[in-house]
């Protein structure tokens, strides 16, 4: 079948690209370097043609929200819409664990992309993961100086690997309209992780742990992005990740 990424040059698209193209699909990749932008629409008619199935994993990078309310209600939108025109079967939209009573920053995006999914013609799958285990890397990356902050989090992490692996089944599957959750198999503290992180690197930084204000911050510590039991656990933990993939300098 043929299956389009939107975002598939991101963390988790380009995995999603490898693994449905390994798997035997086609695959179009959506993203401004291949002439799509979800956000104005522009090339996606074109991209759809002949499209049985689109995973949505584009992502913005920001902690505002009505930012990430306007990107991915536009985008999603969008999305939606050409879908619709090209006769799209299928739309699976990567989301979160753990967000309905943290409606704030980048949440509050993600919980407005499923509205319009919901209230879409499209049939669809939401599939909530939890936070990626590349996540504190990525956070450290962007942070500067001997110090680096991260926020008190309380995560179960799983690999974005495996979250590509379960969205390109989702896909070549029956639209289910929720998925069950899926997170990683140990409870975890970001800024343990990222003291893991820079320890495999040989990095020399110290990482200190702040609670961020507000509702964003109170919900990262509360632990509710650790999912429910009902959930789905994978089986690869942040430690044999991050030995796997991260070998030091």
């Keep these: 079948m043929r299956i389009a990424i939107a975002g598939g040059t991101g963390t988790v698209g380009r995995y999603c690209a490898e693994t449905a193209t390994a798997s035997g699909h086609e ?33 913005i990078v920001t902690l505002s929200s009505r930012k990430a309310r306007d990107f991915f209600t536009r985008g999603t939108t969008n999305v939606l819409r050409a879908e619709q025109r090209s006769g799209v079967k299928h739309h699976v939209a990567l989301s979160i664990v753990g967000i309905d009573d943290i409606d704030a920053s980048y949440y509050a995006g993600k919980l407005a992309q499923e509205k319009v999914i919901e209230a879409g013609r499209v049939p669809f799958t939401i599939a909530r993961a939890a936070q990626f285990h590349e996540f504190a890397g990525q956070l450290l990356a962007n942070a500067r100086g001997p110090v680096a902050m991260l926020p008190k989090a309380l995560i179960r992490p799983v690999a974005a690997s495996d979250v590509a692996e379960r969205l390109v089944s989702i896909a070549t599957s029956d639209p289910k309209g929720r998925a069950p959750d ?49 959930a789905e656990t ?12 991260a070998p030091p300098s």
């Design 234 to 245: 994978a089986t690869l933990d942040f430690a044999d990740w991050l030995a796997s993939i």
């Design 182 to 230: 899926f997170v990683g198999p140990r409870d975890e503290n970001l800024a343990d992780l990222g003291r893991a992180w820079l320890a495999r690197n040989g990095k020399k930084r110290r990482v200190l742990e702040v609670r961020l204000p507000g509702r964003y911050g109170a919900g990262l510590a509360s632990g509710d992005l650790r999912g429910t039991r009902e």
């Design 27 to 59: 695959v179009a990749v959506l993203s401004r370097s291949t002439g799509v932008d979800v956000v104005t629409g522009a090339g996606l008619d074109s991209a759809l043609e002949g499209v049985d199935a689109v995973i949505d994993v584009t992502g």
